[in-house]
Each structure stands twice: as C-alpha cells, then as structure tokens.
C-alpha cells in the first residue's frame, strides 16, 4: 500500500499534537512529514514542506489574544502564507483546513475562519487544487492548554491546583474528544478522489453537556480519584471516560507513586488493591531479575500497575517527548502507579529476587484489542 505523505500546520500545538501523535498508529496507510511553526517565516522552508506532502492538514491558528484584530489578521496571514507557498512550488496538495462552529459568529476569530476558507477556495478554483474544510464544534482531551485551549482544561488546572472555577454562561455546549476528531481528520485525508474540488462539512459532536456538569464531574474526579485513589465510574467508549482522561492528564506526576494502607495482625497482612466504580480486569505477573516488560502505550485505557512483592523501576515517557519519569516501588511498602494515556510505558524488576505485579484495567483483556501500542520508554 502507497502512504500519504501528511503534513500538519500547528502540529506542536494542542489538536495539531494529538492528530500528529494518531497518523503515528496508521503507520500502514500514513507516512508524516515533520513540520516547526518557523517555516512560515521561511519561504524556502515552507516551500519544501509543501512540495513534500500530499495532504496538508491547516491546523496552525491563534485562538485568542486582547486585541481580536490580531487573531484575525494572523489566521488570514498564514492561510495567505500557505497558498503562496503552494503557488511558488507550483504543487497542488490536498489541503484540510480545520475551521470552528463560530465562523457564524460576529466575531473577529469566526471571520478570520470564514475569510480563511474563502482564501482557500479560491485557490483551488484557481490552481485545480482540492480543498476540505472541517467545521469543528468545541474540542477537548488531554494537555490542553489552560485559559486557551478549552473551558475543560482550564476547569481541570484549576480543580487541580485547589481553585473555584467559575461559570460565566452555564449553557450546553457541544463537543467532541480529540481522539475522535482525529478519526475526523484521518477519514478525510484517506478519502478516495472525488470530482469535487472543494467541500466543507460540519463534523458532528459527540456529546451535549451543561458546563456546571462537567465541572461537576471534574470536582467528583478530584474527590474520588485524588483524595481517596478510587477510580470513578467510567464506561468504556463513553464522554465520562474522556473526561477523566483529560482530567488525570493535569496531575502533576510527582503524584505517584502512591502506597497503599496495610493492615497487618496475628493472621498476617493484607493490602486492598483497588476500588473502581467500573468494571475492569485483573491480572499479575512474576518477572525474574532484570527483565523488562512493557515499552508500549494506550490511546484510551486506564491501567494500574500495583508492586506486591520484590523491587521495581516503573518508567514512563509522553510519546512525543524525550522526558522520562521514574518511579522506584518495594513490595515491602506496596504502592501503585497508573499509566496515563499517550505515555509509553514499562516495569524492570531491578532486585535479586522475583517481582510480583498486579495488573488492573478498566476494560475485559482482548489480544485483538488495537489500542496497544509499542514504543521504546
């Protein structure tokens, strides 16, 4: 199978990152090319970014600053930038502009969008190039940038941090998680050549909430997760589940490890593992001195890995970083790490004796299940 050479504007910041990190799992049909925010400030570069891709997904925008003016003139900038560059290799790639449901606004970010599609239309009427642009509701997911990116990731920060957030317009609002709109994007770009050139479409939402409930959920997530270390009610494939993936997302990582309480008498000792407000798996495993298991990642799922016997270093690295976070457990005072998703992960029994494991996660152990992923820590 030929892979489509993929190129992201933005793909440092929040949606950019997540689609970047996505296309990495589709390595079959995908092959990326690299993108630094510099190059549009670098016709050359820029123009060989171009020239090297067969689908351009236009995510690089600002998305707030004091004076609207500049918001508006620097999206209209770079899709400016962008169709230059296009024109100067004299190459047509299919380009996928990521717009906002608030191009029916009268504001100056919703104009910016709309103007920018605008932009791109013409091009492609002009040159025969193709142009898609996605209509996006309001996005969250994991690392998203407070007071910029989302209402949610302000509201995680600030439950995490010990603030009050506060509700300006306790309306519904639409939304969709970043994984899913991924899956958006990814389904587009693999999308057969159609006589159109040029189509937009609104991406459908996947969930309907009142704010003061999701910031409701979020302070039940603090209370539960955080303060007692119990795993809240999180459905499988559900927005709950999203929610609380976001949420653990801005936990410092100096949280774990945690040790659990050990109640000792005449009988012996006994630990309590978990409690989970959902159903999960459990399983465990013995490793001999120096072995590692491990050195894969999850998109979704919520894991515990819990050191009952024996001495072990737990490593952990966020796919797209070289920062590594280490964490040294003894069963002789049992704690827990759980594995955040998007972080590669491992466990290396580094004593003399053998190491026991408990494993839990959040959803009944399938081999087939496509949502491991391995990487070197």
């Known amino acids: 199978m030929v892979q489509i050479k993929v190129g992201i504007t933005g793909q440092g ?32 570069a820029l123009q060989q970014f171009v020239a090297s891709c067969d689908v351009i997904v236009h995510i690089a925008a600002m998305n707030r600053h004091e004076d609207q003016q500049v918001i508006y003139d620097t999206n209209v ?55 898609a642009s996605l209509i996006i509701p309001n996005v969250f997911g994991p690392f998203g940038k407070p007071f910029y990116n989302s209402f949610v ?33 990814y389904q587009e770009i693999i999308k057969e050549n159609t006589e159109e050139n040029i189509t937009s479409y609104t991406v459908p939402h996947t969930a309907t909430r009142k704010v003061s409930e999701i910031l409701e959920l979020l302070k039940e997530y603090k209370s539960q997760y955080v303060e007692k270390g119990q795993v809240p009610k999180v459905n499988i494939n559900s927005f709950e589940l999203d929610l609380f993936n976001t949420f653990t997302s801005f936990i410092p990582k100096d949280y774990f490890p ?81 594995m955040p998703i998007w972080y590669t992960h491992n466990i290396t029994n580094v004593g003399d004796t053998e190491l026991i494991t408990l494993f839990w996660i959040n959803e009944p152990y399938d081999p087939t299940d496509a949502d491991t992923y391995f990487v070197e820590v």
């Open 13 to 44: 910041g929040f949606m950019g990152s997540h689609l970047f990190n996505f296309l990495a799992t589709k390595e079959d049909t995908i092959e990326r090319i690299p993108f630094q925010r510099n190059y549009f400030e670098n016709k050359n």
């Open 77 to 131: 900038g770079l899709v400016k930038k962008l169709v230059s560059a296009c024109e100067a290799a004299k190459v047509t790639p299919k380009i996928i502009f990521s717009s906002s449901t608030q191009e029916e606004r009268d504001n100056l970010y919703g104009k910016s969008k709309r103007d920018g599609r605008q932009l791109f239309e013409n091009w492609a009427k002009g040159q025969g190039g193709k142009i």
């Open 153 to 185: 990731a302000t509201f995680c920060h600030q439950i995490i941090i010990g603030e009050e957030p506060t509700i300006l317009n306790d309306s519904e609002v639409n939304l969709i998680y970043i994984n899913q709109l991924s899956e958006a994007f």
């Open 258 to 338: 945690k040790k659990f309480t050990k109640h000792t008498d005449n009988r012996g000792e006994f630990v309590e593992i978990i409690r989970a407000g959902t159903s999960g798996q459990s399983s465990y495993s013995t490793t001999v001195p120096g072995i590692t298991r491990g050195n894969h990642y999850h998109t979704r799922k919520v894991e515990r890995f819990a050191v009952i016997s024996g001495k072990a270093l737990i490593k952990l690295r966020k796919i797209d970083s070289d920062e590594v976070f280490e964490y040294f457990l003894n069963g002789d005072e049992p704690a827990y790490v759980d």
